[in-house]
């Protein structure tokens, strides 16, 4: 089992692993603190696709007298 991490004996490799697990926990921060889980849609379907969809009444087609 010793002889998986005789590779970091080396200084290179031991540096490139710390900044790795650095950066690592550095990604998984700015994660936990700027991205939450997305919020639940709760709405009126209705009256989204109301206005969306403009009503007959609001119609710009519609000449005035």
């Known amino acids: 089992m010793a002889a998986h991490f005789d590779v970091l004996?080396?200084?290179l490799a031991r540096e490139i692993t710390v900044i790795l697990?650095?950066?690592?926990?550095?990604?998984l921060g700015i994660r936990a603190l700027w991205f939450e889980?997305?919020?639940p849609i709760a709405?009126?379907?209705?009256k989204?696709?109301?206005h969306m969809l403009?009503?007959?009444s609001d119609s710009p087609e519609?000449?005035?007298?």
């Open 9 to 11: 004996k080396k200084p």
């Open 21 to 27: 697990l650095l950066k690592l926990v550095l990604l």
């Open 37 to 39: 889980a997305p919020a």
């Open 43 to 46: 709405g009126d379907n209705a």
């Open 48 to 50: 989204v696709g109301q």
């Open 54 to 56: 403009g009503s007959v």
């Open 62 to 65: 519609k000449p005035q007298r």
